[in-house]
């Protein structure tokens, strides 16, 4: 079945633009992730989404970021006056469940470059 | 806090077996996974231990000593296409409703050489 899409792929921006990239989610999927990535860096968590309960926004950087997520299904993460600290690649990942054995399986990405 | 360690790099000989250690020390515990990431891909799910022991599957197996902090990932009979960075990943702190986040180290890069 499909996997996790993730929109644009690529998206190169300038410094102080709004930035929004999209997930979609393998269908039936409660569990919604952010993660980002810099170059040598491990998966830095941003923010977490489990049904229709209130977000963990815990990782969330500055509030120049924000996500949500629309009838529990497509997510959005936006991205306010981005900086070029904020080039890195963006992953999605949805599983079952947001415990136990439930796996995440990753979209592909969003590599973000602010110039 | 959370603190996932695991070895940067690491270099092993095709048809050979090969050990990448994870230490954590995080806030809760809930479970360990590994993931395999292939350069510019998405991680993909290997495996899963939430008691301690060994798990296998074919190839690769995954070690975990819950009293120690400690797992490994076990791969054998090394091919080409192992080439990747190994993540190590705990679900830790608690995000609400029953869930659990997911924190990952940094990664191990395992070359395979002929």
Same mark, same amino acid.
């Given at each position: 079945g499909a996997g996790v899409s993730q929109s644009p792929s690529n998206k190169v921006t300038e410094k102080g633009k709004d930035v929004e990239l999209r997930c979609d989610p393998i269908s039936g999927h409660t569990a919604l992730y952010w993660y980002r990535q810099s170059l040598g860096q491990g998966l830095e968590f941003l923010i977490y989404f489990q049904g229709?309960?209130? $977000?963990?926004? #815990?990782?969330? $950087? #500055? +509030?120049?970021f924000s996500a949500e997520r629309t009838g529990g299904s497509v997510s959005t993460l936006t991205i306010q006056r981005? &900086? &070029?600290? +904020?080039s890195a690649v963006y992953l999605c990942a949805s599983s079952l469940?947001?415990?136990? +054995?439930?796996p995440l399986h990753f979209g592909n990405g969003t590599r973000l470059t602010v110039t | 806090g959370q603190n996932i360690d695991q070895p940067t790099e690491m270099t092993a000989t095709e048809g050979a077996i090969v050990q990448i250690n994870c230490t954590y020390q995080t806030s809760g515990f809930n479970g360990l996974f590994w993931y395999q990431q292939h350069a510019g891909e998405a991680p993909t799910f290997l495996s899963y231990n939430v008691l301690d022991g060994l798990e296998e599957k074919g190839r690769f197996s995954s070690f975990l000593s819950r009293s120690k902090g400690y797992s490994y990932l076990l791969l054998k009979?090394?091919?080409?296409?192992?080439s990747a960075s190994y993540l190590c990943a705990v679900r830790d702190a608690y995000s609400g409703a029953g869930s659990y986040q997911l924190t990952f180290g940094k990664g191990t890069k395992l070359s395979v050489i002929p």
């Open positions: 229709n309960s209130a $977000p963990d926004k #815990s990782g969330l $950087p #500055s +509030d120049r981005t &900086q &070029q600290e +904020d469940v947001g415990q136990g +054995d439930s | 009979e090394l091919q080409m296409k192992d």
